[in-house]
């Protein structure tokens, strides 16, 4: 977020893996959401969590995981919320993925970090729905990662950097 707000680490939903899920539960908050078009969020029925903030969808886990909370209950679920054959009856409610509904036109509607994630998924050629986390600082892990810790955290991971200024600019430009 070039606004210097939270920077996310983020992943398309399909291509979820009990070793994606356990390296961004490492590097970030933990707090894991799972960015879909609202027409996902409607056909599975998820509503939001609360009143004041219609973007956060109900915490949901696929029928079948364990507890939910481990990366391969977590990866099974996210998979599972970017599967075009998933039903709203494949989840059980409350759970440890957070939906977030994100604009059905990406950042050239709102340009905030679920429709950009949902846009990198989408230019990556995979299913409209991606997890994402915000990536906490190592010098100091009270806080979220800024900066040239960023850099240095994609340098080292070998991950791009992409702004929502730039998905922006090239969604235009496409």
């Known amino acids: 977020d070039d606004s210097g707000g939270d920077s ?12 994606l899920l356990a390296f961004m539960i490492r590097h970030t908050s933990g707090y894991v959401r799972v960015a ?20 956060l969808c109900v915490s949901v886990d696929v029928r079948g995981t364990g507890t939910g909370i481990s990366a391969s209950d977590r990866a099974r679920t996210i998979a599972a919320l970017a599967s075009g054959t998933s039903e709203a009856s494949d989840f059980q409610r409350p759970g440890h993925v957070v939906p977030l509904e994100a604009s059905t036109d990406g950042v050239l509607d709102r340009p905030g970090p679920a429709e ?18 915000e990536i906490v600082s190592r010098r100091n892990p009270a806080l979220m990662a800024r900066g040239v810790e960023l850099i240095e955290f994609a340098v080292e991971h070998g991950l791009p950097i992409i702004s ?9 430009r496409t």
């Open 8 to 19: 996310n680490l983020v992943f398309a939903a399909d291509a979820a893996t009990p070793r």
């Open 36 to 55: 879909l078009p609202s027409t996902e969020c409607e056909r599975l029925n998820l509503p939001p969590m609360c009143h004041r903030n219609t973007a």
């Open 116 to 133: 950009a994630a949902v846009d990198l998924a989408s230019l990556a050629g995979r299913r409209r729905a991606a997890a994402l986390c």
């Open 164 to 172: 929502i200024d730039e998905l922006v600019a090239y969604r235009r």
